[in-house]
């Protein structure tokens, strides 16, 4: 095992891309349009040093109206996140 420390990022946001067949999951609701633009505009903004967005599978909060976003070290958890809601995530991320 190797231990990053002090790693530069000063935000991490998770987004749930889980694709399930069974019941709802957030690749239905888009979680891969949301990651997808999130990882375009931290690109755009010059912010890809400061914060990292990675993709995820279940955070355990699955629902049919949109997908799980997590911002840490905020501990920020949006639920039911929708495409609509993509400039307050965005604001989120420029706060301090
Ligand atoms: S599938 Fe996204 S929170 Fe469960």
Redesign the pocket.
Known sequence: MKLLKDVHYKKHVLV?????IDR????N?S?KEIFAELKRWVIEQHLSSDIWVTR????????KIG??VVIYPDKKWF?ETRMGDIDKIKQELICQ
């Open positions: 749930c891309c889980n694709e399930r709802e999951c957030c690749a609701v979680g995820t599978g279940c955070l355990g909060f699955c629902n997908t799980t639920l």
